[in-house]
């Protein structure tokens, strides 16, 4: 079973003579991006990683997870970005919903919290207070190695390691995930000795989920990154070699553009499962920091459903038209419950009585679905077979290959991300980061 792509609910707006003009552009990008001819063309390691690898990184990863395993009640993933979303997207997707508190019996692996993905002073306290003086661990996630918020979460928790085991014993409890020979991250790895595994070169954060980067998180939690891989390397032989009408991935990227010509400027990843909450952040990433250039791009948007019904639900469907919806659709839950029939129908539910919630869920999204449709909200779906590893490794290389085409197609480079800079050089300037003098001067005067 396979990830799909459906786009048969919107056929009312996108004709088949649209999609046929749209194939021979979409073909290109698609040859740009794999003859590596493009913009960013440095950066598409992630083509390959599922069957490309470095087996004894991997070896090492799984190593590394078993001792965390052994030796740590919590570990803590210091990352932002691309170090961070997809780890956390697999992690929510793949374990237990309530993870953290769910008891250690059903959970069996370490608590895992994330951190360095803000500068909140009140959010470093509590996480402080949870770990409490149980055993932990960190991982600190960094390419380059230099990004401010995980630095200063990772000083602060190496500091806390330090007091608490001695530095050469809270050594062997650092795990550094950075390039492999530059940065102060991996200086700092270098000189305290911790073990290191490395972002390559040319994979971008955001790209970089099915290396260490994701990898060893998603180990820890006991998900199965053998299958993960698998998972990637099956959706990439579809993506690499399969033509237009059998290349879901291809005609995503195609009919989004097409959407976006006819002037839908948003697309809503919805869901219908609260374990694909950050598959969606992990996702918006992607999309944004790759296409949100030159003044262009999609706006990546997203909703929990039914949740965001009952609050985003009437902008929807009746609000300013400028949107379409991707919905990621899980065909099969692992779990379900069923409605009982009560004798007395109080809440008028017996109605239901016999039927799974799934059952229930899906007739909610299906009736979504066509009322969107009706209020001019072009409806697209991705059909996500399992709750399972090797469906989630298919989605992740079905939207990166995606995400690349579409870059391609809209006439952006898709691997930079020149925009996130500025917020970085302002802030230096007042923190009062040497170098940034003059900056600073200037900045004070409009505050
Ligand atoms: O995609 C990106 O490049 C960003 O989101 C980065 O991943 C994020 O800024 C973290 O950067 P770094 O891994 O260098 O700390």
Redesign the pocket.
Known sequence: SQVRFDYSLASNVISEDEIKSMEKITNDAKDVLLSKSGAGSDFLGWIDLPVDYDKDEFARIQKAAQKIQSDSEVLLVI???????GARAAIEFLRHGFYNSVSKEIRKTPEIYYCGNSLSGTYLKQLIEVVGDRDFSVNI???????T???VAFRIFKEMLENKYGKEEAAKRIYAT?DKAK?A?KNLATEEGYETFV?PDDV?????VLTA?GLLPIAVSGADITKLMEGAADMRQTCLNKDFAENDSLKYAAIRNILLRKGKSVEILCNYEPSLHYVSEWWK?LFG?SEGKDQKGLFPASVDLTTDLHSMGQFIQDGSRIMFETVMELENPSLDVTINEEPVDLDGLNYLSGKTLDFINKSAMKGTQLAHTDGNVPNLSVKLPKQDEFSLGQLFYFFEFACGVSGYILGVNPFN?PG?ESYKANMFALLGKPGYEAQREELMKRL
Do not use: C, H, M
Request: aromatic share 6%; proline share 3%; glycine share 22%.
């Open positions: 990352g932002i970005g691309g170090s961070y979303l996630i960094s390419k380059s190695g230099t990004t918020e995980p630095a950075t940065g991250l972002v971008g954060g955001r790209f970089s980067v990433q920091e991300q996130v």
